[in-house]
């Protein structure tokens, strides 16, 4: 899908002061390609030309004509450019000759392109059997702009307890965004990531493997001795019980 697009070239002319100020009157012009459609159909082609910040004459290639903001700008406007068709077709033309032609490059250059985002899941705050743990999906590095961040929890959609940031511009035509889900550590729960981009054919899941919690890793542990001791303890159980009936038997 095409962005709105804005193609924008300045023209300036420094006049100095007659006094040699450091000051100066700047006569510009600035031309503008305005579109939002993916085929480029909607294109407005605007030049407008001014006198310091003051506009003095603009041409708007739906309007057709020119159109003067200044006694000076309305007098050029009806006794020399709107009486001259072939300045209004040349002006008419720089749709397709200049906006288009320009506007093609950089859909292609760059609008069009994708950038696959990288991601990275983060425990922000651990939590225990009593208090929540708090972890966070960093997406960096993606273009285009618009990007969904979403959780599953055991394969279920997440639609509370999530903060999301808005997608943040690195500086570099890329982008990032943060994702922070709150929950509570459970055995055996699985946490994930969905990140759905442009540069994706389908969405991607990211697991999350947070650590286990110490109350959880000393259960086990005990659990691990436990067993390990019950394990030993039929196995001599066993040994003692098969000594026995050997010495019976007189072996």
């Excluded at 709150?182 to 729960?189: A, F, H, R, S």
Aim: charged share 20%; aromatic share 14%.
């Amino acid at each position: 899908m095409s962005l709105p697009g804005l193609l924008s070239f300045h023209h300036v002319l420094m006049l100095s002061v007659l006094t040699g100020a450091a000051d100066g009157y700047y006569n510009y012009r600035w031309t503008q390609c305005i579109y939002s459609s993916p085929d480029l159909s909607d294109m407005v082609f605007i030049e407008g030309f001014y006198f310091n910040k003051y506009p003095l004459v603009k041409f708007n290639s739906t309007v057709g004509k020119f159109v003067g903001f200044t006694e000076f700008g309305v007098r050029n406007c009806r006794v020399l450019w709107n009486k001259d068709p072939n300045i209004l077709q040349q002006e008419k033309a720089q749709v397709d000759v200049f906006c288009r032609h320009n506007a093609e490059i950089t859909e292609a250059a760059v609008y069009n392109k994708t950038v696959q985002p990288k991601v990275k899941l983060s425990s922000v705050t651990p939590g225990d059997k009593t208090h929540p743990a708090l972890v966070m999906c960093s997406v960096y590095d993606f273009y285009p702009e618009s990007i969904k961040v979403s959780w599953l929890q055991d394969g279920v959609v997440v639609t509370s307890d999530v903060t999301n940031t808005e997608e943040l511009p690195n500086g570099n035509w890329l982008y990032q965004i943060h994702s922070e889900l709150e929950y509570t550590p459970k055995l055996g729960q699985k946490i994930s990531c969905v990140v759905e981009h442009a540069s994706f054919s389908k969405p991607m899941i990211y697991d999350w493997d947070p650590p286990v919690p110490e109350f959880e890793f000393n259960i086990q542990l005990l659990f691990t001795i436990e067993t390990a001791g019950l394990v030993l303890g039929i196995l001599i159980a066993a040994a003692g019980f098969i000594y026995y009936k050997m010495k019976s038997a007189g072996l």
